[in-house]
């Protein structure tokens, strides 16, 4: 008899822990399911490949024409903008001050 109890207890904890498994499976496949159905397909949601693809297409044809100046471009108009700075500081009269005001 006394042999038997420890094994009729360990085959409790063992039936026991069996169960409790299989309410956290019973759980998950449940959320799971659930998971599921909220993000059905929805045709109206959908939109073909080949749209798509048309999307993509524009939109990287549009980014491709932007014009962008040559580097030689952004150098000249540097250049131009010190230029500019240089005359303005010749053009100021000596002793005064030069504030310039906010654009509006």
């Not at 039936?15 to 929805?42: F, T």
């Not at 540097?78 to 000596?94: G, H, I, N, Y």
């Amino acid at each position: 008899m006394n042999s038997q109890r420890p094994r009729a207890c360990a085959t409790q904890v063992f039936c026991a822990r069996v169960a409790w498994l299989r309410q956290i499976l019973a759980r998950s496949l449940a959320n799971q399911i659930k998971h599921h159905r909220r993000r059905a397909r929805d045709h109206l949601r959908q939109e073909s490949l080949d749209h798509l693809l048309e999307q993509s297409d524009l939109s990287l044809q549009s980014a491709l024409a932007t014009r962008v100046p040559s580097p030689s471009e952004a150098a000249s108009r540097r250049e131009q903008a010190v230029l500019l700075a240089d005359a303005v500081d010749r053009s100021r009269p000596r002793g005064r001050t030069w504030v310039p005001l906010p654009r509006v």
